[in-house]
Nanobody, 124 residues
Framework: QVQLVESGGGLVQAGGSLRLSCAAS??????MGWFRQAPGKEREFVAA????????WYADSVRGRFAISRDNAKNTVSLQMNSLKPEDTAVYYC???????????????????WGQGTQVTVSS
């Protein structure tokens, strides 16, 4: 059973930064991503990265502010979040799949494994 464990969430003021990390229990997770879900809203795509690190994808709402990276030697994926806004407040989930190529990296249904989530709250 593959496990994903997120860490790094918390409370930050608008304009601040946070770094989320996700530790995976398996090495063969070729595509990894971050999603978020705010109260009363659907889970939405934030960012994704292929196992080589050469391909990354971002939601328009975070492009230029967030950066996804991975360390395959440590089986971790990180999300550096800068210039945070109150609308970034949500529970952030790490997701992973064993496939190299997904139909789309932006759909939650494409990912087989999920973490438990970590809360990010941005105050105005």
């Amino acid at each position: 059973q593959v496990q994903l464990v997120e860490s790094g969430g918390g409370l930050v003021q608008a304009g601040g930064s946070l770094r989320l990390s996700c530790a995976a229990s398996a090495r063969t997770l070729y595509t990894m991503g971050w999603f978020r879900q705010a109260p009363g809203k659907e889970r939405e795509f934030v960012a994704a990265i292929r196992w080589t690190g050469s391909s990354t994808w971002y939601a328009d709402s975070v492009r230029g502010r967030f950066a996804i990276s991975r360390d395959n030697a440590k089986n971790t994926v990180s999300l550096q979040m800068n210039s945070l806004k109150p609308e970034d407040t949500a529970v952030y989930y790490c997701a992973a799949d064993r496939r190299i190529y997904l139909t789309t990296t932006r759909s939650p249904s494409e990912y087989e494994y999920w973490g438990q989530g970590t809360q990010v709250t941005v105050s105005s």
